[in-house]
């Protein structure tokens, strides 16, 4: 069976509207059904808010519910589910897109959507299109350079704390640490045991509402943001 339709991840960006690709633009503009991830609770998606503006005005938006629970049963089903949604679109013939923060290939809830649409669809026509992480852009307002010369980077999630850090740490000398957001004592414990003297933490970063940290310490007495990371370095 050819399948006529074309599926795009397209990255947004970190939040400011205007860090978006021109292809992303364009491809947006194109668009007949608009897919984008929202809680199961509610159908907020910040990624479409964020795009709004380059949206094609007859595209449909559609959001997919994804369950927040550690039930990979639960979560698998929802990522079946979702991607059937997708094909149904593309047997049509249409052009769909995943809208999704920063980048498609970095800690992105269309990677999920990928490799259940692959298994279901395998003919189906996919392309990627990257956009600009929430840790360049942090970089890039701080005015930090992320890395230079031989040193190496890590990136990693602090989700759950500072385990991640510590198991990854001996020959690295900087560290990005996205969904630094909760047990935040612990990250930075894991920080200044590897020797991570140089940290600074953004959140919300180019939004309303964006905050710079000089250090980390405070982030451990404020109430937790989704939206913040960690940019940590040994020699800087």
Known sequence: MNFKGKFYGI?????DPELMTL??????????????????????????????SHLCKSADIVSLPFPMTDDKNVTRAAWDDNARQ????LKQGKT??????????????FGYILKS????????????????????????RLNRTLVEAEESLLIT????????????????QNVVMMKAYKNI????????????????????????GEKIFN??????????????????GKYK
């Open 11 to 15: 990255g947004v960006g970190p939040g």
């Open 23 to 52: 292809k992303a633009v364009r491809v947006m503009n194109e668009t007949d059904v608009v897919f984008t991830a929202a809680s199961s609770k509610n159908c907020y998606s910040l990624a479409v808010e964020i795009a709004k």
């Open 86 to 89: 997708v094909t149904e679109v």
């Open 96 to 109: 769909a897109s995943f809208l999704t923060l920063g980048d498609p290939s970095t800690y992105s809830t």
């Open 117 to 140: 649409l692959k298994s279901i669809m395998p003919e189906a026509d996919i392309e990627t299109i990257p956009g600009i992480t929430s840790f360049h852009a942090a970089a890039a």
């Open 157 to 172: 999630s602090g989700a759950y704390g500072g385990n991640q850090l510590r198991k990854c740490t001996a020959d690295v």
């Open 185 to 208: 004592r612990d990250i930075n414990d894991a920080l200044k045991e590897a020797g991570f003297n140089n940290r600074v933490a953004i959140s919300k970063c180019g939004r309303e």
């Open 215 to 232: 250090n980390t310490d405070p982030l451990e007495t404020r109430e937790p943001d989704y939206w913040t990371l960690i940019l940590a």
